[in-house]
DNA sequence: CTTGTATTTGCAACCAGTTTCAATAAAAAT
DNA sequence: ATTTTTATTGAAACTGGTTGCAAATACAAG
């Protein structure tokens, strides 16, 4: 489970480097158990060092987004929250009435998926969606 | 197909006040073939009259979206684009490689809508979706 | 046709996120 | 070890969108 080293190992294969800064973002969203947003990530870091730019951590989880290491969800909270993508893929239905978020087996989509696949030539990336509507008490 | 008169008889139905930048906002939804973005119903409207405030496009945008009279569609773009609801209801695959749109067939979604629905009592918003992926040629 | 009032507007400040560009630092070449 | 190349960073400006608040106005009641 040594999550921030394999992100890095992945990182430097891939010819990126292992600066500093990127170091400690790798370990700020791993630390994090749930979903970890960028505010947070750099609150985290600015407080050891002061010097550490907001958009240093924007480019770098484009990166990890780019490369598949990291997922975002946006939960409509005006804020987009990040999880690594090896602790797994999930779901959330998003109640748009009471704000409830219930939590969504991956499998379900799976079928969706296939469709797309088969008879649109299209694969779609549904690693950690979001979709909103209504539960049966706010609809 | 008089769509601006009968979304400003819903506006007014429920109460709210049918000023003449609201007006002037819904005729800019409906007179655009294709979706439309805030900026560009701005743009339109301040042609005309320069001292109408873009918050107030957006404010009027959200209301319209509350009362279900339009819906919003992110194609990635940095902007959200709108669509009277009345005009029909579609969906795109978005490919994140080389940008193509597919447009999708609404029934499809019809069966993940009922799953949602029966087994976790949740009617989702499936209005208007915009699925990211890959086409064939870019994955 | 005036008056009262709640809704709506314009403005300015703000928020999350992106972009440009010159300065810096990691890695490669000498 | 020094230089060169190239990726990365910080700073500042910018974008799309939202919010708080005082001023304006649509509409209802008299």
Redesign the interface.
């Known amino acids: 489970m040594e999550q921030p080293r394999d992100m890095a190992s992945k990182l430097s294969e891939q010819g990126y480097r292992l600066t500093p800064q990127r170091l400690m973002i790798l370990s700020a969203i791993d630390n994090s158990d749930n979903h970890i947003s960028a505010d947070e990530i750099y609150a985290q870091i600015v407080a050891k060092y002061p010097n550490v730019n907001i958009s240093t951590v924007y480019r770098t989880l484009e990166l990890l987004k780019r490369l598949g290491l990291v997922t975002e969800t946006d939960l409509g909270e005006g804020r987009v929250r990040y999880h690594p993508a090896v602790k797994g893929h999930h779901h959330h ?1 998003l ?2 009435g009471c704000g409830a978020i ?1 939590d ?1 087996d991956e499998p ?2 799976a ?2 998926k296939n ?2 696949l088969r ?8 690693r950690h969606l979001a ?6 008490k706010c ?1």
């Open positions: 239905l109640c748009q219930i969504l379900l989509l079928s969706l469709t797309l008879e649109y030539n299209f694969l779609p990336d549904l979709i909103l509507g209504r539960c049966l609809s």
